[in-house]
Structures are given as C-alpha cells and as structure tokens.
C-alpha cells in the first residue's frame, strides 16, 4: 500500500523555484501532520518544514525560513512544499512523512517522530 508519494523534483538553476507535491492516501493524511525532509549525500536528513493537516499551523526550518512554504489541499489530500530561491546547496532527495503526533497543535521537524514516508523526489541546483 503507497501511503505517500512525492513529485515535482527535477533540475533547476540557481535562485530558481521548484513546487513539489506530496499525494497522500485517506488514512494517512488523517494522521496531525506531514512533513518535507531532506537528505544529501554524506548528510543527516533534515526536517524543513511541518503541517499540521488538521489545524494549518505550520513550522519551518531556519535554513528555509522565507524561500521555502508548505501548504495543503485537502480536496486532493496534497501536500506541497513551494521552493523559491533556491541554492546549490538546497541540492538533496527530498522526502514526505506523515506523523501522528502534534506538540500542542505544532508539527516536529524530528524525523524520529515521523511514522510513513514516501519514496522521495531528487532535487539538484547548479551553479
């Protein structure tokens, strides 16, 4: 059963937008929140940003702060995280997770508190 599937990945130059989309199944995007993470290569992965699906509070990452937004379509249980501005350094597979815990209505950006992922969607900025 895909729980959660990611798309919109692909190759951009420097300072360009990319939007990428998290579909989620039924069950899945029920759970309080869902998250877009990073990982590159010799790197820990990265909580950027969280939502709470229920609610819409949102968290990010210092990192992101300002370039990159989360946002929901509950019509079409979506996620999806508009990346603007980005850099070579913003250049990773990107990934979606579902979690079943919110903090007081807030989403963690700690993977460890995540329970599904998708497959992950490769995102690569040149110089």
């Known amino acids: 059963q895909v729980r959660l599937l990611e798309s919109g990945g692909g190759s951009v130059q420097d300072g360009g937008s990319l939007r990428l989309s998290c579909a989620a199944s039924?069950?899945?995007?029920?759970?309080?929140?869902m998250g877009w993470f990073r990982q590159s290569q010799g790197k820990e992965r990265e909580g950027l940003a969280a939502?709470?699906?229920?609610?819409?509070?949102?968290q990010y990452a210092d990192s992101v702060q300002g370039r990159f937004t989360i946002a929901r379509d509950n019509a079409k249980r979506t996620v999806h995280l508009q990346m603007n501005s980005l850099k070579p350094e913003d250049t990773a597979m990107y990934y979606c997770?579902?979690?079943?815990?919110?903090?007081?209505?807030?989403?963690?950006?700690?993977?460890?508190?995540?329970?599904?992922w998708g497959q992950g969607t490769q995102v690569i900025v040149s110089s």
């Open positions: 939502l709470n699906t229920r609610e819409g509070a949102t």
């Open positions: 039924e069950d899945t995007y029920r759970t309080y929140c």
């Open positions: 997770a579902a979690s079943r815990t919110a903090y007081g209505g807030f989403c963690s950006l700690v993977d460890s508190l995540y329970d599904f």
